[in-house]
C-alpha cells in the first residue's frame, strides 16, 4: 500500500466518486478505509468503527468468510475469466443457477439471468418484461409504473423508473412512459394519511386509477421494492405488496420486485416478496448475493414468463441483451460460497432478531432526541430515522446538522450512511446484540452533537 501522506495527498483528486459533487468532494476529502474484520472496519488512522451501513447494504455475510474469499482465490486459480454468450459456458454459473433455482423455490423463481450489479438487474427485468408482451402478441405494452421514493439503480430505465427527482433531473430526458405512484410513507404523503393499512388501500386505488387512465394494454411492468431501501427504509403496511400484486395480475401487469437489498436474507426473510407472501414475475437482485466481495447480480425469471420465452416460436424470444461479465466464473464461485454461508448462517433469523432490537431501541433514542422526527425498521435489518428541526412542522434538518451528527457518531465507534435528512442502517446480518449497543451509543453520541 503507498503511504499515508501518498494517500490523503491524491484522495479525490484524480477519481471521480459516485453520488456527490466533484469540486465538494476534493474539498472534503472522503474517510480512506483500508481493512476490515468481522463487522467493523478501519480507517487509514487506524480509526474503528462498527460498520452499520454493511458497506452499502451489502456486505451480508460480513467482512471475515474465510470460505468466499477461499472460493474466490480458487476459482481465480482455475479459470478467472470466460464469456457466456451463446456457445459457451462455465461450471461456476451452471451451479449456481441450480443453487439458486432452490434457492427462490418459494418465490416460484426458476431461471436466473446474471448480470454485474444491480442497475443491471433491474434494467435486465425492465427489458424482459417489455419483450414478455411482445411475445405475447402486445407489443403495446411497454410503459412502467413505479413508486415515488423508490430507487431502483442508475441506468437510464432504471433512473427512469426512479422515485427520487435526484437522480433524474440532470440527466432528462428519461424513458417516456414511466409513471409514478406515491409511496407508502405514513409521515409525509400526498393524502396526510396516517394509517398506514389505510395508506395501502389510497395506493392501491390510486394504481387502478392511473392503469385505467392509461390503458391496461399500455402498461409492461408494475416495479416496486418489498422495503424501499435509499428513499429512506421505508416499510409498506403489510397488505400493500399483495394488493398491489392482485391489481397487476388483474390488468396483466408483470410485478418486478426490486430486490437488490432485500435478497437474501435483509428483511428477516430469505426474501422481501417472501417477507410479504407475494409470489412475483421477475426479481431484480444483486448486493447480498456475494455479500459485495465482488460486484455480481442475478435478474430472477418466474415460471410462467419462463415458460412464454421457452415456448415461443417467434425470432421474439430470442434475448438481445447480456453483459460481458454475466455469468462471470469468479463472481459465480462467490456467490455459491456466500449463498451456502448465509445458509449456514441462517441469517435471517439474526436478521429479524437484530433489526428488532435496532428498531426498539432507536424508538426509546426518540423520547430523548427531539430531533428524531419519524423511525421506520422492525422488519429485518434497514432501520431508517428520519431527523427534523422541528418535530411539530417535520422540518427536515439542515444539511450541515446531518454532517455533525455523521461525524460525532463515526468518532463514537459507528459508520452510518446519510440519506439527505435520513440516516440509513443496513449492519451485516451477523452483527451480534453487543454490537448493535455499540452502534446505539454510537447514534446517542451524534444526536447529541446535532
Ligand atoms: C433497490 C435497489 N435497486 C437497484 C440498485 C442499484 O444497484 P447497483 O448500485 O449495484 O447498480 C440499488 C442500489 O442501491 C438498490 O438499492
Redesign the pocket.
Known sequence: MKDQNFLKANNARHMWHPMGAPGEIMENAPTIITRAEGVRIFDIDGHSTVDAVGG??CVNVGYSNDNVKRAIADQLFELPYYSAFAGTSNDKAIELSYLLRDFFAPDDMVRAFFTS????S?ETCLRLARQYHRIKGEPGRTKFLSLKKG????HFG?ASVNGNNRFRIGYEPLLPGCFHLPAPYPYRNPYDETDPAKLADRIAAQMVDEIEFQGANTIAAFIM?PIL??GGVIVPHESFMPKLREICTRYGILMIA?E??TGFGRSGDWTGSRHWGVKPDLM?T??GITSGYLPF?AAMISAPVAEVFETAESADAAIWHGYTYSAHPVCAAAAIANVTELQRLNVPENAAARGTQLYESVLKLAEKHDIIGDVRGGHGLMTGIEIVSDRAAKTPMDAATMKRIHKAAYEAGAMVRLGAHNILMSPPLTISAEEIDVVLQALDAGFAAA
Do not use: Q
Open positions: 452499502l447494504w450489479g444491480g442497475s443491471d433491474v430507487y431502483h439503480g442508475t432504471g421494492e431501501g435509499a426490486d437488490v437489498i431484480s444483486a448486493k447480480g
